[in-house]
């Protein structure tokens, strides 16, 4: 289910407006009185067709390509601009001129736009002509529509750059957060490094060296219970030493704490994220899950227009699952760009493998074997 975000009920509101613009026909028309030029069940067919095409650009454009929703809109303007100059005499009939063209903005390039402004205003003109308006009245008619078009369009270039710059932050805070995460603990690492390292060239080469010289001391003197007790304990702290060691060396960051930090107030889109208590990565396949939410996290934001992103990520037999799918429309065909490329080289370098459909939402996939 759709999240009921701004743009969203932008769209709403769009609908009613269009609907209101026809209550003045019908009013007039159930009393008796005649406002359109033409017949009436053709002037209702217009408006039904236009409420339609204003539908489909606006919430149901993102089951369609681009060129089909450009093509609706080419045939919103033409409806637009003929229930205008056949209601001329309607009112607020010439509202739609205004309508349409600020839907231009989200749908078509400035220049066509503009072409829309313009065939409007002569449209508007027509119409207020048409209505039997003064000369005076029709030039202030085409003024007022020409300078309201040109608000309205201004307003949503506005609003879309807003978007884009809120786009941006977004994908930028993710990025650094993931930067971050990954550059504190590459310094963790290598200060584990570095004392694992003095561990073993001090303190295991020293109790080495004791061991050695205690089992000697056990062949050339009589064994006494104080020494083969100091053998026991030398070996003991050798082993805890080594163990000390590849712990330090193997040791992951937190997962589930570095992943809620990465997508944590993300104003869009909402991300689910879901671990299993099970789940255990070392570093390299927690630095590779990393990438992978900060890439499908990048990718719902500027590319699949998704409100809500579910990431899952679970034990599958000692090895780790991930899967990432959101609410977007989808792509009948996955372009791999530089993201899904990396992530897919990162998995398959862990001996895993990645999948990626586009046919419901977006959906990622990727398996990698226990280290």
């Not at 409420?51 to 609706?72: K, M, N, S």
């Not at 993710?174 to 504190?184: I, N, P």
Request: proline letters at 4%.
């Amino acid at each position: 289910m759709r999240r009921l975000d701004p743009e969203l009920w932008s769209a709403v509101y769009g609908t009613m407006i269009c609907v209101a613009v026809g209550l003045p026909v019908l009013v007039v028309g159930v009393r008796g009185g005649e406002v359109v030029t033409i017949p009436e069940a053709a002037w209702w067919l217009m408006f039904a067709g236009y409420v339609l095409t204003q539908t489909l650009c606006t919430w149901l454009d993102h089951r369609f390509t681009r060129p089909a929703v450009r093509g609706f809109f080419a045939a919103q303007v033409v409806l637009g601009a003929a229930l205008a100059l056949t209601a001329p005499r309607a009112g607020w009939t010439s509202i739609l001129l205004i309508y349409t063209a600020a839907l231009g903005a989200y749908l078509v390039p400035w220049s066509l736009t503009l072409a829309v402004i313009g065939l409007n205003t002569v449209v508007s003109m027509t119409a207020a002509g048409l209505a039997g308006q003064p000369g005076p009245a029709v030039a202030v008619t085409g003024v007022l529509y020409l300078l309201l078009q040109v608000a309205s369009t201004f307003g949503v270039l506005g609003q879309l750059r807003a978007e884009e710059s809120n786009r941006r932050l977004s994908v930028a805070h993710t990025e650094l957060r993931a930067a971050g995460v990954l550059l504190a603990e590459s310094s963790r690492a290598d200060e584990r490094l570095r004392i694992a390292r003095e561990l073993h060239d001090l303190l295991g080469h020293q109790l080495t060296v004791l061991t050695l010289e205690l089992e000697t001391a056990t062949h050339k003197a009589d064994p006494t219970e104080h020494v083969a007790r100091a053998n026991r304990v030398a070996r003991a702290l050798l082993a805890d030493v080594r163990s000390t060691v590849g712990e330090l060396r193997q040791r992951a960051p937190e997962l589930r704490a570095t992943l809620e930090r990465i997508v944590a107030d993300l104003p869009s889109p909402v991300v689910h994220l879901s671990i299993g208590a099970d789940v255990r990565a070392d570093e390299t396949r927690t630095a590779t899950l990393i990438r992978c939410v900060q890439e499908v996290v990048t990718n719902a934001i500027r590319h699949a227009h998704a409100t809500e992103l579910w990431i899952d990520i679970r034990d599958d037999d000692g090895g780790i699952r991930f899967e990432a799918y959101d609410d977007g429309p989808g792509t009948p065909r996955v372009v791999m760009g530089n993201g899904l490329t990396g992530i897919a080289e990162r998995v398959r370098e862990l001996g895993g493998h990645a999948r990626f459909d586009g046919r419901t939402g977006f959906r990622v996939t990727a398996e990698v074997p226990a280290p």
